[in-house]
């Protein structure tokens, strides 16, 4: 395998040849090398290597909020075909709708400008496009669509929104209901990322004030599974649906 022999991962080395990062002269040389790529055109590619500047949208839209790692998930987002995402604190920005996203950004980011969350807002926003071609699976907890962020009004309509996306065949929307009492994933949640079905190229984990992105094989194995084990203990996405209807109409109208 190319990656192993330049000293790389599978992933990394995906998002070089995919435009999605910017690729550092020794691995330029490296990949060169392997390819047995003459001379001259050596010379014209590491020209062309210093003088890259085009970024992803991710990098131009995310102004100074989110922090590298965050963008580093979305770079990789942009060319996966499949995430799977657990939290028992927050929506997937996937799925959040405007109102809900301004409302979290306020709270987990109290010292910065409006200006910069009116940035993280749109990169949120942005990142939604990738719906449709990507196939989400989101396991949230129930305890947190009980609790109104951003008012009670906002909270019900956001509700009513991961309705309508869990109907999507490409979306799939798992609650953990209460009644499942203790289970794996209360310590923090995490996203995985890939390409091929069953086949994660990273997981992403977020925590307060920090974050990683994580490639490690076996790492990435404990992940899935710890995401199958989560799939089992929650509802059905059927269920799933009938239990957020519930909890919608538990959020009055009226703030």
Known sequence: ?????????????SRIENGLVAVKLPVLRALLAEY??????????????????????????AGNVPSNEY???????????WENYFSATVITGLLQTED????????????????????????????????????LWMILAEEHLTRPVGGSRT????????????NDRGIT??????????????SGGF????????????????G????????????????MRSFELLRAVALSPEQSRLRMSELAEGHVSDD
């Open 1 to 13: 395998m190319v990656a192993e022999k330049i000293g790389t991962s599978k992933s990394a080395l």
């Open 36 to 61: 047995q790529v003459s001379e001259e055109r050596q010379l014209s590619l590491e020209q062309l290597a210093r003088e890259a500047s085009q970024k992803g949208w991710w990098q131009v839209v």
């Open 71 to 81: 963008k580093t998930l979305v770079g990789l987002e942009a060319e996966s075909s």
């Open 100 to 135: 809900y996203a301004q409302a979290v950004l306020k709270a987990v980011l109290p010292d910065v400008t409006e200006e910069d969350i009116q940035q993280a807002l749109k990169f949120r926003i942005r990142r939604q496009e990738r719906l449709g071609d990507l196939r």
């Open 155 to 166: 909270m019900r309509r956001q509700i009513e929104h991961l309705i309508a996306a869990s």
């Open 173 to 186: 929307v798992q609650i953990i209901g209460r009644e499942a009492g203790a289970y794996i994933g209360m």
């Open 191 to 206: 996203t995985v990322v890939g390409l091929e079905p069953q086949s994660p190229e990273a997981v992403y984990i977020e």
């Open 208 to 223: 307060n004030g920090w974050d990683a992105c994580v490639e490690d094989p076996e790492q990435l194995a404990r992940y």
